[in-house]
Nanobody, 128 residues
């Protein structure tokens, strides 16, 4: 079974950057759709980015497009979310999630129900 662990969260000032890592174990990370979601207190979980580890296609929500970059390193069994120009409204717990797929359907990449495996989450706090 695939296990996911996020790392790299923390506290940063508005305008700063952070990089989150999602490291997989139990299986190789080939042919997976790996999504990044976030959940702020009192809000629903929101999908912000996704990458296909088979062909490298990437997807971004409008709220992070142009500021966040998702990438993968299959040799290290890892996916990264580079977050820049951070805003206080980016404050949330960030989760990575994965589902086996060699060609994710763009309609569902930001739907939490599409994913089978989840990490435990990493706190990102952006101060104003």
């Amino acid at each position: 079974e695939l296990q996911l662990v996020e790392s790299g969260g923390g506290l940063v000032q508005a305008g700063g950057s952070l990089r989150l890592s999602c490291t997989a174990s139990g299986r190789t990370f080939d042919d997976y759709a790996v999504g990044w979601f976030r959940q702020a207190p009192g809000k629903e979980r929101e999908g912000v980015s996704c990458i296909s580890t088979s062909d490298g296609k990437t997807y971004y929500s409008e709220s992070v497009k142009g500021r966040f970059t998702v990438s993968s390193n299959n040799a290290k069994n890892a996916v990264y979310l580079q977050m820049g120009s951070l805003k206080p409204e980016d404050t949330a717990i960030y989760f990575c999630a994965a589902v086996w797929s060699d060609s994710p359907n763009p309609e569902y990449v930001f739907s939490a129900e599409s994913y089978e495996y989840w990490g435990q989450g990493a706190q990102v706090t952006v101060s104003s």
